[in-house]
């Protein structure tokens, strides 16, 4: 028998970013990042994504550090490995749409300082929001991966997905991701996607999966059989559950295969080793939940990905209605039908979300509506695959107009007026940026900075007084 053609599977570690996010609330300090760095440096990883998503957010609001100092950090550490982040498309890294302007500073200073790829997701997978960041990408030299948010139902066929990715590669992206975070995507689906994919573009496509519903680990073993180039996953101690599969299970999975990474088991037991007391850690002091760990299969029956669900039940707690729980979880897809059935993933999941709690605890659908909702169905966010609900859009935003087009050609350049807004407190030319996505919290921030610079003890009353909750 002729011997295989040798495939690597090439490995993406979330331990930085992903994993923590998803079990512990992305509360991972820098300075626990930074002793392990030159040994998952050494490990051979294809990328280390260590940046974006909700660790900005995070960083500002309750670690009390800036972010881009954390990515010249990490930077300075890996010489040999790449870095990725993760970015919203038009809403960058926050919970809305951006001007144009701040969108191509971000990628620009995101590069600057350190970032190699930026894979770059639409909540509703509009392409029109994604156009800003990967021409800005493409400028800087950057490899430009885009996603698309995996989900299922009637619009979401083969020919969905692969006209989707034919148009990504000739956006110019230099890579796609399947971004499946919810873990919808089951094992031999995941060979006739990946097939379909390959048949239909030529640039490198990564799957990106979660451990939610239990299957992740053989949809991964099915997808590289298809010939996925990249799969993402992280550290054993924070892996599974509401993560990715462990990277020491999926090294060991295609050890002796064409597929095999060369990576060394007793350097990632090393690593393993050093993350294990922080996973103890959070167990002890209930940041790592343990229902997180499990196997959801609900994931599958309502489609709502891991961290949404720990959102459904902190809101119904705060609310004392818990017994409303199974109320809400399907309400949650008569929603998403109503708003044209998106992707559930933020801040499309978070808007859905809320939603059905409202209209589960209000006793009557659409009763109460946020502003997000009246957003989403006014096409602030930008273009459903289906159309919306109009008795519950007329219900919700009367008869307000309806944006047709890419919801960023309404707004104006922002840079400058951001710049006038915080001059007091900038420091650096990131700073804008920090506060254009949050700017309570940034200025929080900031207030914290000059005192600690002052000497002044302030930042210990602003603590106390709730500017960083934990």
């Known amino acids: 028998m002729a011997e295989l053609q040798k495939k690597p599977v090439k490995i993406?570690?979330?331990?930085?970013?992903?994993?923590?996010?998803?079990?512990?609330?992305?509360?991972?300090?820098?300075?626990?990042?930074?002793?392990i760095v030159e040994k998952l440096?050494?490990?051979?990883?294809?990328?280390?994504e260590c940046w974006g998503g909700a660790t900005f957010d995070a960083s500002l609001r309750f670690l009390k550090e800036d972010p881009w100092e954390r990515l010249r950090k990490l930077k300075d550490g890996f010489k040999n490995t790449k870095l990725q982040m993760l970015f919203r498309g038009q809403n960058i890294l926050g919970y809305r749409p951006y001007a144009d302007d701040v969108v191509e500073y971000f990628v620009q200073k995101s590069a600057a300082n350190g970032i190699d790829i930026i894979r770059i997701f639409d909540c509703l997978n509009d392409m029109r929001n994604l156009q800003t960041a990967v021409t800005a990408a493409n400028k800087e030299g950057a490899h430009a991966q885009v996603a698309l948010s995996y989900t299922l139902g009637d619009a979401y066929t083969m020919e969905y997905w692969t006209e989707i990715?034919?148009?990504i590669e000739e956006m110019g992206?230099?890579?796609?991701?399947?971004?499946d975070m919810a873990g919808l995507l089951v094992p031999y689906k995941a060979t006739e996607l990946v097939s379909a994919l390959k048949e239909t573009v030529s640039i490198p496509i990564d799957l990106h999966t979660h451990y939610?519903?239990?299957?992740?680990s053989m949809t991964y073993l099915k997808a590289v059989e298809a010939g996925v180039d990249i799969i993402d996953t992280a550290m054993s101690p924070f892996a599974l559950g509401t993560s990715q599969p462990a990277t020491e299970v999926m090294v060991e999975t295609f050890k002796g295969t064409s597929y095999d990474t060369g990576f060394d088991q007793n350097l990632l037991a090393e690593i393993a080793d050093y993350f294990r007391p922080m996973r103890d850690k959070a167990l002890e002091t209930g940041l790592l939940n343990p229902k997180n760990l499990g196997v959801n299969i609900k994931t599958l029956l309502y489609q709502v990905p891991g961290g949404m669900l720990s959102n459904l039940t902190s809101q119904l707690k705060e609310q004392g209605a818990e017994d409303k729980y199974?109320?809400?979880l399907e309400e949650v897809p008569r929603v998403r039908k109503d708003m044209g059935e998106p992707p559930l993933v933020t801040p499309s999941s978070q808007i859905v979300g809320t939603q059905a709690v409202?209209?589960?605890?209000?006793?009557?659908?659409y009763k109460v509506v946020?502003?997000?909702?009246k957003d989403i169905l006014s096409g602030k966010y930008g273009a459903t695959v289906k159309p919306f609900n109009e008795e519950v859009q007329k219900k919700c935003i009367g008869d307000a107009e309806v944006i047709t087009c890419r919801p960023a050609d309404l707004i104006d350049n922002e840079l400058d007026k951001l710049r006038g807004e915080m001059a007091q407190y900038s420091q650096q030319d990131e700073d804008v940026l920090s506060y254009a996505l949050f700017p309570q919290v940034a200025t929080d921030f900031f207030k914290y900075r000059q005192a600690q610079q002052t000497g002044v003890d302030e930042a210990a009353a602003d603590t106390k007084n709730g500017a960083y909750p934990v």
């Open 12 to 35: 993406v570690e979330t331990i930085l970013r992903d994993a923590h996010q998803s079990l512990i609330a992305t509360r991972m300090s820098t300075e626990q990042m930074l002793p």
């Open 41 to 48: 440096d050494k490990v051979g990883y294809h990328a280390v």
């Open 165 to 167: 990715a034919k148009r």
């Open 173 to 179: 992206a230099n890579s796609i991701c399947i971004k």
């Open 212 to 216: 939610t519903s239990g299957v992740a």
């Open 326 to 328: 199974y109320d809400v």
């Open 358 to 365: 409202m209209n589960v605890l209000f006793g009557e659908r």
């Open 370 to 373: 946020t502003k997000e909702t």
